[in-house]
């Protein structure tokens, strides 16, 4: 497991990532900042500067409120605010650990996203 924090604002959101291909590829981009922009009233997205590792990931993924992802076709980060349906493309990177409320506000978000100590 890889802990991660993700600051927006002045709040301190933790997150762990999952111990796969993907996970680890996304750490190893660590520190980013990103703006979060809103994408269909349930998720945040931003582009990477890069494509991440996809070895052995599943076809499609059914997200849930908190988790980071990956939409591999665009090679964007998705953080679902609000549970999705089964989605084919979308990779799960990792979760939060608790509430997301400094990311679920309407218009983007700034974050920065960085290994926690």
């Known amino acids: 497991m890889i802990r991660i924090e993700v600051i927006a604002g002045d709040q301190v959101l933790t997150a762990t990532l999952d111990d796969t ?11 980013l900042e990103l703006k979060l922009s809103d994408y269909n009233g349930v998720e945040k997205t931003a582009d990477l ?21 990956q939409y591999v076709p665009w090679s964007n980060i998705a953080i679902f605010t609000k549970p999705f349906s089964d989605s084919r493309g979308l990779l799960r990177l990792g979760e939060f650990d ?7 506000q309407a218009g983007e978000v700034t974050v920065q996203i960085r290994l926690a100590d």
Do not use: E, Q, V, W
């Open 21 to 31: 291909p993907a996970g680890r590829d996304f750490a190893s981009l660590l520190p």
């Open 98 to 104: 608790g509430p997301i409320n400094a990311l679920t």
């Open 49 to 69: 500067p890069r494509k991440l590792d996809t070895t052995d990931a599943p076809a499609s993924y059914k997200p849930k409120k908190g988790d980071i992802t």
